[in-house]
């Protein structure tokens, strides 16, 4: 017999510090394109959303918190497409390493 029991919460919190992690590293790791870099932000923002929800939930809380991130979270995300656009537009691509502004 286990001499020990595995608590749900920190099964779920061990799940998302996971995911933050594999979106953090995916992060990292696409910087010459645009859209996989918004791609992994806007998952950094989701993951960070449901640990806000669930934390501020446990105790009892009320979740205008979550409304207002989510608001600037959407702000943001229409903010980079609108950046990602103009890009396209004026270079024909994604690929940031071919600004010239922006060499590495």
Do not use: P, Q
């Not at 779920?12 to 590293?25: D, K, P, Q």
């Amino acid at each position: 017999m286990l001499n020990y029991i595995i608590n749900m919460d920190s099964i779920f919190y061990l799940f998302v510090g996971v995911m933050f992690i594999s979106g953090l590293s995916v992060f990292c790791s696409m910087r010459k394109h645009l859209l996989l870099t918004l791609l992994s932000l806007e998952f950094l923002v989701l993951i960070l959303f449901l640990s806000f929800f669930s934390f501020l939930s446990s105790f009892g809380h009320e979740n205008y918190f979550g409304l207002i991130f989510l608001t600037f979270s959407v702000c943001e995300g229409a903010l980079g497409l609108s950046i990602l656009v103009s890009m396209i537009r004026s270079h024909g691509n994604d690929n940031i390493s071919s600004l010239s502004a922006l060499v590495w």
